[in-house]
């Protein structure tokens, strides 16, 4: 079967760096993405890993490694508004997303 | 960048009847529309594909004549919880694939918060 692994949970600091792990098993894989979405609305994209390595953007970073099925996100210089869930999703080799259960990430002052 | 927007954002319901859903692509051609639920605390889940001119394909567990599916066109699909009850109180997010872009794009609608009293 299909399955996408993530913490359910994690705190942070406010200022600080925070590494949110995802680990997936898929029929076929075109791609992995992490979304963050805030309590009552829809996820908004932050990133797309296709091929091995880091991808930079801004605070936000994302890594994936295919031979082993792994993916982190990782989220620098935290801030309040960052205080929200973060779901992985790997697109399988139908096209189709399949998503994580997500990580609630709590950011305390 | 990629817009879709969703119709209406909240919508409270009795028991019994019936509530459309529209959700929109409005700058781009959808070939794929997604609908997604998503319960409190819980991830998204599928419950059906839908490609402009033909019938949705379902999700197992997903029954197709009580959450009805129109893609009558490029740019607009519709879902209709039909008979509604409480327990489809939910939040249902739309999202569209691009016709002209990679297949792995994907963009997601606002949702829609129903509630069923």
């Known amino acids: 079967g299909q399955n996408i692994d993530q913490p359910t949970e994690m705190t942070a600091t406010e200022g600080a760096i925070v590494q949110i792990n995802c680990t997936y098993q898929?029929?076929?894989?075109?791609?992995l993405f992490w979304y963050q979405q805030h309590a009552g609305e829809a996820p908004t994209f932050l990133s797309y890993n296709v091929l091995d390595g880091l991808e930079e953007k801004g605070r936000f970073s994302s890594f994936l490694s295919r031979s082993k099925g792994y993916s982190y996100l990782l989220l620098k210089e935290l801030q309040m508004k960052d205080s929200a869930s973060y779901l992985c999703?790997?697109?399988?080799?139908?096209?189709?997303?399949?998503w994580g259960a997500g990580t609630k990430l709590i950011i305390k002052p | 960048g990629a817009v879709v927007s969703q119709h209406p954002s909240r919508v409270i319901c009795k028991s019994g009847t019936s509530v459309k859903i529209e959700c929109r692509s409005l700058?781009?051609?959808?070939?794929?529309m997604f609908w997604y639920r998503q319960f409190p605390k819980k991830s998204l889940m599928l419950m059906a594909t839908s490609n402009e001119g033909s019938k949705a394909t379902y999700e197992q567990g997903v029954e197709k004549d009580k959450f009805l599916i129109n893609h009558a066109s490029l740019t607009l699909s519709t879902l209709t919880v039909t008979s509604a009850h409480p327990e489809d109180s939910s939040f249902y997010i739309c999202?569209?694939?691009?016709?002209?872009?990679?297949?792995?794009?994907?963009?997601f609608g606002p949702g829609t918060r129903l509630t069923v009293t």
């Open positions: 999202s569209a694939r691009s016709l002209a872009g990679a297949r792995n794009e994907q963009y």
């Open positions: 999703a790997v697109m399988d080799s139908n096209y189709q997303l399949i």
């Open positions: 898929t029929s076929g894989f075109n791609g």
């Open positions: 700058d781009f051609q959808a070939t794929t």
